[in-house]
């Protein structure tokens, strides 16, 4: 079956601008799962979703990060004011129930802030 | 916060030879260690995994060990193929707690043939 889908694939803008990154998770997965991962890192937690609401915005870095799931299946991770630091490749993971359950990664969108 | 500590950064073998890769954590209520493997452009994929009340556990080529006295786990994968070849994280995460893993740096996997 389908895996989890991210688009854009790549993503370039320059710094000051506002970006979207969707992630599709797998059909039925409740929990979504938003990392970022730099170059030479492994991914680091952003924020996670059980549902439409969410359940963990910990590792959200500062107030220009937000990410939405209205319907409780795609999320979009919204960046205001891009710096050239948010530069990196972000991460949707979806999982089928509770935190437990295995986490399945999407491609990831490498975003790159000029 | 947990802390996890991969070694090596980079990790070259020749095809048939068996590779080694070990983690430390700092955190001793983290019971779920999973390991993924990451190839060019994709996202991590989960491997194997193991939970903190077992000390061994076996899929084919690859096995993983946990230590949780001394807080190590490590990823073994014999008879390496060119295929394998890629970067693997291992991650800590505490399933009762704040759940949410915690990754390496990852270690760079070069299989040659």
């Known amino acids: 079956g389908a895996g989890v889908s991210q688009t854009p694939s790549n993503k370039v803008t320059e710094k000051g601008k506002y970006v979207e990154l969707r992630c599709d998770p797998i059909?039925?997965?409740?929990?979504l799962y938003w990392y970022r991962q730099s170059l030479g890192q492994g991914p680091e937690f952003l924020i996670y979703?059980?549902?439409?609401?969410?359940?963990?915005d910990s590792g959200l870095p500062n107030d220009r990060f937000f990410a939405v799931r209205p319907e409780g299946s795609v999320s979009t991770l919204k960046i205001q004011r891009t710096e050239r630091g948010d530069s990196a490749v972000y991460l949707c993971?979806?999982?089928?129930?509770?935190?437990?359950?295995?986490?399945?990664f999407g491609p990831g969108t490498r975003l790159l802030v000029l | 916060g947990e802390n996890v500590e991969q070694h090596p950064s980079t990790l070259s073998v020749q095809e048939g030879d068996s590779a080694v890769i070990k983690c430390t954590y700092s955190?001793?209520?983290?019971?779920?260690f999973p390991w993924y493997k990451q190839e060019l452009g994709k996202g991590p994929q989960l491997i194997i995994d193991?939970?903190?009340?077992?000390g061994e556990k076996k899929d084919q080529r690859i096995a993983v060990t946990l230590n949780k006295t001394a807080k190590h786990f490590s990823l073994h994968i014999t008879e390496t193929q060119p295929e394998d070849s890629a970067v693997y994280f291992c991650?800590?995460?505490?399933?009762?707690?704040?759940?949410?893993?915690?990754f390496g740096r990852g270690t760079s996997l070069i299989v040659h043939p």
């Open positions: 979703f059980q549902g439409t609401g969410a359940a963990d």
């Open positions: 993971a979806s999982s089928f129930g509770a935190v437990q359950e295995t986490q399945y």
């Open positions: 059909s039925g997965h409740t929990a």
């Open positions: 193991i939970r903190s009340n077992v």
């Open positions: 955190d001793s209520a983290s019971n779920y």
């Open positions: 991650a800590a995460s505490n399933q009762g707690g704040s759940y949410i893993p915690t």
